[in-house]
């Protein structure tokens, strides 16, 4: 992938969060992934994520944690560009319009994409 496609990802809704922890964890628990929406088994590593983040147009702030599948950190690796941020929760809809651009129909997506591409 050249560097102009490696930057597929966007969004600020999220925004850049005021501080916080990044972590590769081992499930204690059940969790889901933020990202594919499917299930982060008991045992199964992960990435915690815990801000804050400020609430743009206002001057409050709000704490938020997001549990990433293994799987879904890979390809979000492969397709953000380092030091750019993306709209946490959206990672497969981004991709799956990018897909498209590249000339991949919605049939062929559709046995490649998780669900939560569709939602």
């Known amino acids: 992938m050249d560097d102009k496609e490696c930057c597929v990802l966007h969004g600020f809704s999220s925004g850049t969060p005021m501080f916080a922890i990044v972590q590769m964890r081992k499930a204690k628990k059940e969790h889901e992934c933020i990202e594919c929406g499917e299930t982060i088994k008991k045992g199964d590593r992960y990435e915690y994520l815990r801000g804050k983040w400020k609430v743009e147009l206002s001057k409050e702030s ?12 890979n390809v979000r690796n492969s397709y953000l560009c380092k030091g750019e941020n993306y709209t946490i929760g959206e990672m497969w809809k981004q991709l799956r319009v990018f897909f498209i651009y590249k000339g991949i129909s919605d049939d062929d997506l559709r046995s490649m994409l998780p669900a939560k591409a569709w939602s």
């Open 62 to 73: 709000m704490w938020a944690t997001y549990r990433t599948c293994v799987g879904c950190c």
